[in-house]
């Protein structure tokens, strides 16, 4: 049964709203879990190749399910949003998701050190854990941008699955701050492939993270190493799940574990790249940058892989709004907006000529660019060539 917000506004009148996802969201749950159906499968049909089908679902399915179900543009009335954030039902949802990607790591590991497998089954084992791990990095994502302690502590807990506890710190207070400038690791520039973005995101992102930790620390009077530092906290609680999992099954674990770390980290990478890929924040004149608006990130309004993501798709009102609950995120009217849902456009992105074709025309038809590359965040490398294919008069800008 539906649950009705009501309001009786002193203006408005009567207002009521239902969010007719409610009960969509608990496939949120469903999702983690999605990886042990592979192993289900291997035992029903004794063939290794069930183990590649959550991987074929995430890229394969879930971008034609996309298509098929379409957008929603829904927005809930900012009347009724003080209700729906306080609704419990929908944290209790992220609360839930913290354990068990704990526990499918853990299943797919036991699986991978007691199983006879050829060592394709434990590389797309490995990458399969890795995709569905970064699935916890969302979840820290949600929960990390919340004030309650409850929420931070879990989002703390779940980045030690794929070992990057630094995210939150350096997302929140690097990433958000930077977002959609030449100054941000974190967001892609146009001419820029997904195989340079990640050798400048990972590394930029953990130094920025350790950065703003220890300057953190340092106000407190603490030190860098001391175990108040909340990245060290997390990274301790991965050692021992990481550690522990080498111990119980073998030398297996280290390559397994080597490449399911890095592929959880390249999903945020592929996420990060997609979401303000191109877009620039234009500086005041203090020299500031304006204040993060919409149009600074790629916004996605498709039911299907939203409902998967704690509805990290609809990035622009996050960016704008970073502590509003994923439940009340909006849509906007003339915003940059994908043409796919995200696992679509990652497999676009890692093919750099079909990305490039598709969004460097969605980047210059902007509203708010039309055309003028001076309003592009462009991969210095590729300015000129950048120019020489689209160029218009801000070239001069640029080169003075």
Not at 83 to 102: A, C, N, S
């Amino acid at each position: 049964m539906s649950t009705a917000y009501v309001l009786e506004h002193p203006e408005k009148g009567h207002i009521e709203y239902t969010d007719k996802k409610r009960h969509l969201w608990m496939s949120s749950l469903a999702m983690p879990l999605f990886p042990v159906l592979g192993i289900a499968l291997y035992f029903v049909f004794d063939s290794q190749w069930m183990l590649v089908i959550p991987l074929l679902f995430n890229y394969l399915v879930v971008p034609f399910l996309d298509y098929a179900f379409g957008s929603d543009e829904n927005n809930p009335p900012e009347e009724i949003v003080p209700q729906l954030e306080q609704d419990t039902y929908y944290r209790i949802l992220t609360w839930l998701t913290v354990p068990m990607h704990f526990i499918v790591l853990i299943a797919i590991a036991w699986f991978v050190g007691t199983q006879s497998l050829t060592i394709w089954s434990v590389i797309v084992l490995a990458l399969t854990a890795g995709s569905y791990s970064g699935l916890g990095i969302n979840t820290a994502h949600e929960l990390g941008h919340k004030k309650p302690e409850l929420e931070r502590f879990l989002a703390k807990i779940v980045l030690a699955v794929p070992a990057y506890g630094h995210f939150c710190i350096e997302h929140n207070r690097g990433h958000h701050r930077d977002v959609a400038t030449p100054e941000d690791p974190a967001s892609s520039r146009m001419g820029e492939s997904i195989y340079k973005f990640v050798l400048r995101e990972i590394p930029g992102a953990t130094k920025r993270g350790w950065a703003v930790e220890k300057e953190r620390l340092a106000r407190l009077g603490k030190s860098e190493w001391s175990i108040h530092n909340d990245i060290l906290q997390s990274y301790a609680i991965s050692a021992i799940l990481q550690g522990g999992l080498i111990i119980a099954f073998g030398w297996i674990m280290i390559p397994f574990l080597a490449i399911h770390n890095f592929f959880a980290w390249f999903q945020l990478t592929s996420a990060n790249y997609i979401e303000h890929y191109g877009l620039l924040r234009q500086k005041e004149a203090n020299g500031r940058y304006e204040r993060c608006q919409p149009h600074h990130s790629w916004n996605a309004n498709y039911i299907f892989s939203n409902i998967l993501l704690f509805h990290l798709e609809r990035h622009s009102d996050h960016h704008a709004n970073p502590t509003r609950r994923y439940q009340s995120l909006r849509n906007f009217d003339g915003i940059p907006q994908l043409p796919n849902g995200y696992y679509g456009m990652y497999i676009l992105a890692y093919i750099p000529w079909l990305w490039y074709k598709v969004m460097d025309k969605r980047v210059l038809a902007l509203p708010h660019i039309n055309g003028d590359l001076s309003k592009v965040n462009i991969d210095p490398a590729r300015r000129d060539e950048i120019y020489a294919k689209f160029g218009n008069g801000g070239h001069a800008v640029l080169a003075s």
